[in-house]
């Protein structure tokens, strides 16, 4: 990606589309003195709407803090981050939270599932903490949505971990967010249920133009979006468009040799 006087340059994105989240000159330091590190150095970005961004580097690159910065989940050092039109910086923390809840989507690497709910009150709970019980059947319909009607009465222990993931994806997905967060959503997974809720994320973007950002250490997974940002000691060290398995190894491999 490379970057003028206007902001960041996105391939295949109109100029006059507002980005569903943008970043500009964000840092991120944690700790102080000798223990002070800078895990994003600053950084900016434009993720489109209705597109499929995957987010790589080597470890400690920032790619796990630009999304907690990204989603509202840590407030950066310096910069400015926007959920569309809306800055995040002005906002107060109940606000912060009321926004993460209505227009934010998270799915991480644990599934987070309440053992003692059902698939469908584990799906309902984003309604139910907002003061919206939902009806059983937008419950229903959620899981419909990643292909688990008729596990809506089964608790997680009676789900396999790629379920269990789909019923998270449910559970994100039920309140229509703007933007879907996956944080190496496919981490716990065997390769065919990580490839089934890769598909489903593929699907959201092509079927509903949904927006989704994940976070992935595998080239395979990052294969699946529309372009994949590369990070490096907190910067972005350039992207890729239309990514392939061996194109993005080659990549990572380029990086984590310094290169």
Known sequence: MTAGAAGPI????????????????????????ADRVAALDGLSVDIPKGGF??????????????????AGLERPSGGAVYLGDTPLAGLS???????????????????????????????????????????????????????????????????????QQRVAMARALIARPE???????TGNLDSAAGRGVLDLLRAMVDSHRRTVVMVTHDPLAASYADRVLFLRDGAL???????????VAGRMAALEAGQ
């Open 237 to 247: 060290a350039g992207e890729l468009a239309g990514p392939t398995p061996r194109g």
């Open 53 to 70: 961004t995957a987010v790589m580097g080597p470890s400690g690159s920032g790619k796990s803090t630009l999304l907690q910065c990204a």
């Open 179 to 185: 933007v879907l967060f996956a944080d190496e959503p």
């Open 93 to 163: 923390e109940t606000q912060l939270t009321r926004l993460r809840r209505d227009r934010i989507g998270f799915v991480f690497q644990s599934f987070n599932l309440l053992p003692y709910l059902d698939a469908a009150r584990n799906v309902a709970l984003p309604l139910l903490l907002a003061g919206r019980p939902p009806r059983r059947r937008e419950t229903v319909a959620a899981l419909a949505e990643v292909g688990l009607a008729e596990r809506a009465g089964h608790r997680p222990a009676q789900l396999s971990g790629g379920q």
């Open 10 to 33: 996105l391939v295949g994105v109109s100029i006059d589309e507002v980005p569903a989240v943008r970043l500009r000159e964000v840092r991120k330091v944690f700790g102080a003195g």
